[in-house]
């Protein structure tokens, strides 16, 4: 990611499965609790720290563990009705004090942020016990932006992105179809970034830092973005 800062005998036999499988689960739980890196020297967040230093600092450190995504993080809008809805994203960047992503503008979620233009991060990092939340307003990039990013896409990714409608009821042989024929298209030529496709930026009016504690006594710091700054305040687990 690039980081830049400008920023009966049935039932009984069930019921023993559970209590067996729920045991098990815990074990696993606790060895995974076991091996999070809760003592990992990072600066201590307080009052006067900023948000997103910290949480750049945070992300290096999950980084440093070896995940297959480090990047990925859940991304939650809300509709017109109220419903909210969530789905694992790829952050791409972090500049001017904003996170970006991209997507399809006709995709759930872009309709959604079209209507509601504010949505929640959550970034989960188990192997060094922390969690990061962030709210904040969303806006559509400029297509200057979203051109560059697309020119760095994989081609695979960009005629997938082009042949996709996101969201949309579809057979497989359909989207197999469309594919193809963006394949023909586009052979031997450029793939231009679809119009219906792009980044967004969400900029945080809120950040909360989960820090794990075997004794679930958990630590959380919370900053809101003020007239004069972050205001920080520690939260009870």
């Not at 990714?157 to 394949?183: C, F, N, V």
Request: glycine share 6%; charged share 25%; hydrophobic share 35%.
């Amino acid at each position: 990611m690039a980081t830049r800062e400008t920023i009966s005998h049935g039932n009984a036999s069930m019921e023993g499965s559970i209590a067996r499988d729920g045991e098990h689960h815990g074990n696993l739980i606790n060895r995974s609790r076991s091996r999070c890196a809760t003592h990992m020297t990072l600066v201590e967040l307080t009052p006067e720290s900023d948000p997103l230093t910290s949480f750049l600092e945070w992300y290096d450190a999950h980084a440093k563990t070896g995940p297959s995504h480090p990047e990925a993080m859940i991304l939650a809008t809300v509709g017109e009705d109220g419903q909210p809805s969530a789905r694992a994203v790829l952050l791409k960047g972090v500049e001017g004090g904003a996170f970006r992503f991209f997507t399809n503008y006709e995709s759930r979620k872009s309709r959604e942020l079209e209507l509601n233009p504010r949505a929640a991060l959550l970034f989960f990092w188990l192997p060094i016990g922390r969690q990061v939340r962030v709210e904040g307003d969303v806006s559509r990039l400029a297509a200057k932006d979203s051109d560059e990013y697309f020119a760095t896409r994989p081609r695979q990714s960009q005629l997938s992105a082009y042949a996709s409608p996101q969201s949309r009821p579809i057979t497989r042989s359909a989207l197999l179809a469309l594919r193809l024929d963006a394949e023909r298209r586009f052979d031997g030529k450029p793939v231009p970034r679809p119009e219906n496709w792009g980044g967004y930026a969400l900029v945080p009016r809120s950040f909360e830092f989960w820090i794990d504690d075997a004794t679930r006594l958990h630590r959380r710091h919370a900053y809101v973005r003020t007239a004069t700054g972050w205001h920080h305040v520690e939260l009870a687990p």
